[in-house]
T-cell receptor, first 117, second 113 residues
Framework: GNSVTQMEGPVTLSEEAFLTINCTYTATGYPSLFWYVQYPGEGLQLLLKATKADDKGSNKGFEATYRKETTSFHLEKGSVQVSDSAVYFCALSVHNAGGTSYGKLTFGQGTILTVHP | SAVISQKPSRDICQRGTSLTIQCQVDSQVTMMFWYRQQPGQSLTLIATANQGSEATYESGFVIDKFPISRPNLTFSTLTVSNLSPEDSSIYLC??????????FGDGTRLSIL
């Protein structure tokens, strides 16, 4: 089956610190990988994605590279801000060789990030 | 990306009652999904709702407890029936087309008295 494992949280950082949130996965078929962010009291927002090996997704200063050899998709940001405080979810969906998604998202357990001024 | 509206945004319900959650999308989509997020937990897929067919439920979720309607390509409802405290969660709908990433509504925060 498919599964996603995220690093244990919560993570607490000072503003401008470097962030890494680890994510590893197991999947059958061809996975696409995603990071979603959930700000307090809100729904999920797509942060970035990668659809094939060695792709790098990036958005708002966050980056993640799809590493097939290590089955990983670690999230990084060089300098976090207080406004980045949120819960971050790594997720995957599987598609067939033709690129058609089976639709279901499998989520990691989420990592709470708190950034202090 | 699609704009997804969920109603209600939150509700407090009595045990034994039911709540119906609506999900409206501003464009036609083939696949709609319903997820549950229990307090402090990750998201778990309840079911996939495709227009014109019965919803497909994940293991551990049954139609009697979570009936779903999908009358057209822009709208779906999820009903949570016979509410108990264990149903206190955030319920989210999402949409996705083909290999495109899914986009989520803001969720419905449900509390049971």
């Amino acid at each position: 089956g498919n599964s996603v494992t995220q690093m244990e949280g919560p993570v607490t950082l000072s503003e401008e610190a470097f962030l890494t949130i680890n994510c590893t996965y197991t999947a059958t078929g061809y996975p696409s990988l995603f990071w979603y962010v959930q700000y307090p009291g809100e729904g999920l927002q797509l942060l970035l994605k990668a659809t094939k090996a060695d792709d790098k997704g990036s958005n708002k200063g966050f980056e993640a590279t799809y590493r097939k050899e290590t089955t990983s998709f670690h999230l990084e940001k060089g300098s976090v801000q207080v406004s980045d405080s949120a819960v971050y979810f790594c997720a995957l969906s599987v598609h067939n060789a033709g690129g058609t998604s089976y639709g279901k998202l499998t989520f990691g357990q989420g990592t709470i990030l708190t950034v202090h001024p | 990306s699609a704009v997804i509206s969920q109603k209600p945004s939150r509700d407090i319900c009595q045990r034994g009652t039911s709540l119906t959650i609506q999900c409206q999308v501003d464009s036609q989509v083939t696949m709609m999904f319903w997820y549950r997020q229990q307090p402090g937990q990750s998201l778990t897929l309840i079911a996939t709702a495709n227009q014109g067919s019965e919803a497909t439920y994940e293991s551990g979720f049954v139609i009697d407890k979570f009936p779903i309607s999908r009358p057209n390509l822009t709208f779906s409802t999820l009903t949570v029936s016979n509410l108990s405290p264990e149903d206190s969660s955030i319920y989210l709908c999402s949409v996705g087309e083909g290999a495109q990433p899914q986009h989520f509504g803001d969720g419905t925060r449900l509390s049971i008295l």
